[in-house]
């Protein structure tokens, strides 16, 4: 697990970048002449490319944001297919999975350079880098250790000493979620309706038993949810996305829960839950709400395609805590089916929502069909949605707050859509290999 004594001297400036960055760009005396990084760029992307073939080698690469371009010719090594990417807080460190080492690539986006791999006991969907610190979490559903009874823990993730601090046992744990100083955590497991809640500064080096044997110190299981899978914090509550009988339950639903006595102060039943954004006081959620989601001809706002099923977003007032459009078909808003795990509010109030395994129609090169991908727009000035003729599954998205475009990754290409007109602009960006995931590392 751990990066042996040349990873270790590599991961020290890791720690060394997070304070720079939570002081200021240039704060810190041996940065202090970095005013921009080697690739010379201040509007920064990162897009990471997994293997698509024995002659094309896994990487990150380096796009200016300004005026989408390449930004440096060379790519950020980072093991052999790095995959899903998540950011610090300040930015300073990008953390990149990759599924074929089954490792951490730590990437110090100052210096634009690979300062470490950390090995975990398995494939990870989710990871979390939540504060301005030097610990992350990944949820390994496959892990496996002679003190647990199943397979499946969190992993305490610590990039200051480059290896695993210890490995939180919670059967089949599939997604962990982080407060905002990473002094508690949420995790969902498959096939469960019950909410892990974690404590991990308490948990014991190397391995803990941790939900294996709660209640404890470390962990509180909550049951009475219905098939949760995701969460979202807001002050001192949690919104659980329960994704009811599209995941083998029973009605999706959002449970507001109160982090300070662990109880379910309300729920909200929704048309499908797997996915969900908050922008004010609306909590935006996607999902399918039964195993293949309703008829596209059953909801009256699905345009007509030649999809059978559709999915549904769902708008969920928060200071009231109703949804309106809950079972009633002539608001439901329909987007693309499949699962629902990525959603992004551009500028100018587009919402990306992205699935994967949805229902592809048509083909790119043929003309003149219908081309239907799992990406869908949803206008939220006039409530209208657009399903751009793309095919694939999106595993990424990034927008940005200058300007009106949304970089999406879908069926391993990069698309730059003009959020004023829901149209591919222009200008694109051609890059080798499988593309998975994208992140804006600079704050503008």
Partial sequence: MSLGAFGLKRAVPVVFVLICASLGFVSCSSYSSVKKPPSNSTMRLMVSQGVSSATVAGGIFILNADNDTVARASEIQAGSSPGLMVLSPTLATLLAFDSIGKSIQVINTLTESNVGSIALLGDTTSMVLPATTTIAYAAVPSATNNLWTAPGAVEVVNLSSGSINTAIGIPNAQTVVSNPDGSQLLVFSNDSDSVSVISPSLALPPVDQGCDAAPNSVCTVIPGFDRPVNAIYSGTTAYILNCGAQCGGKQA???????????????????????????????????????????????????????????????????????????????????TDGYHDRMDMSQGGQLFIGSSDCTEVGDVNIPNGEVRGCLSIFNTTNNSVVIPPDNGDVTGLQGFTSRYVEYVVEGGNLRIYDTTKDVLQTTQITLRGQLIDVKAVDFF
């Fill in 253 to 335: 639903s959002i449970s507001a829960f109160d982090l300070g006595s662990l109880t379910v102060t309300a729920t909200i039943p929704v048309n499908g839950a797997t996915m969900a954004l908050l922008n004010g006081s609306n909590l935006y959620v996607a999902g399918l709400g039964t195993p293949t989601g309703p008829t596209c001809a059953s909801i009256k706002s699905a345009a007509q395609t030649a999809a059978i099923y559709c999915g549904t977003l769902d708008i969920v007032n928060l200071n009231t805590l109703q949804d309106p459009y809950f079972n009633n078909p002539a608001m439901e808003i329909a987007i």
